[in-house]
Structures are given as C-alpha cells and as structure tokens.
C-alpha cells in the first residue's frame, strides 16, 4: 500500500472552488479506478491550502489513474483558476504513533512498517 499526498496552493478566495473541484475529481474518477482505497481532503483554515491523502494498493495503479481521459478532462481551467500550484509525492514508509485513547482495532486495514530512526 502506498499514500499519496499532494499540497495545493490555492487562492484564498478560491479554496472552497478548488475543495470542490477536487472532491470532484475524486467521486468521479478516483474512487472508481482500480488500486484506490480511500482519501482523506483537508482545507487549511487560512484559506491556502487544500491537501489530498490518497491511499492506493499500488503506485502503478496511481500513474494509471492519472493517465485516464477523465482525470485530465476534470483539470481544466476553472480548476486551474482556483489552483495555484500542486506539490505531490508517494510514501511507502510510515510510522503509525496512536495516542493513549487510541483504539488499536480501528485501522486494521492500515499497515505500518517501522523505520529506522
């Protein structure tokens, strides 16, 4: 399994246009293409940024999502009119920290892997 994070840089009076726009992206592609699992979408309380955190089974399946005509037909001008910048990486790697009042079983399906620190 493999997250996905991408930033967006956003116009502040444009956040809630370009939230939408990428929930957009989201229900009408993304959840749809083989390989997703889910995704979490954050804006930022200053108006900034939007942040998107995609988990996939695999990158390939991420790349292919990307390569289909509706992923590019739904990044259109009006998405580039909210968006100023978009700054994404892949993460394999990952420690899980719950806090005291976490409950273990919640997250069964997330696996970590530890890391040498």
Do not use: C
Request: aromatic fraction near 8%.
């Amino acid at each position: 399994m493999i997250t996905f994070i991408n930033v967006f840089t956003v116009r502040p009076e444009k956040q809630q246009d370009a939230l939408r726009l990428i929930q957009s992206v989201y229900l009408e592609v993304v959840r749809h293409q083989p390989g997703y699992i889910s995704a979490r979408l954050l804006a930022s309380d200053d108006g900034e940024k939007v942040i998107a955190i995609a988990l996939w089974e695999t990158e390939e399946h991420l790349q292919a999502m990307r390569q289909t005509q509706g992923f590019k037909d739904l990044h259109n001008q009006e998405f580039a009119d909210a968006i100023v910048s978009s700054d994404g990486h892949v993460y394999t790697d990952f420690i899980e920290v719950p806090g005291t009042n976490h409950k273990h079983g919640q997250h069964s399906s997330v696996h970590s892997r530890m890391l040498d620190l």
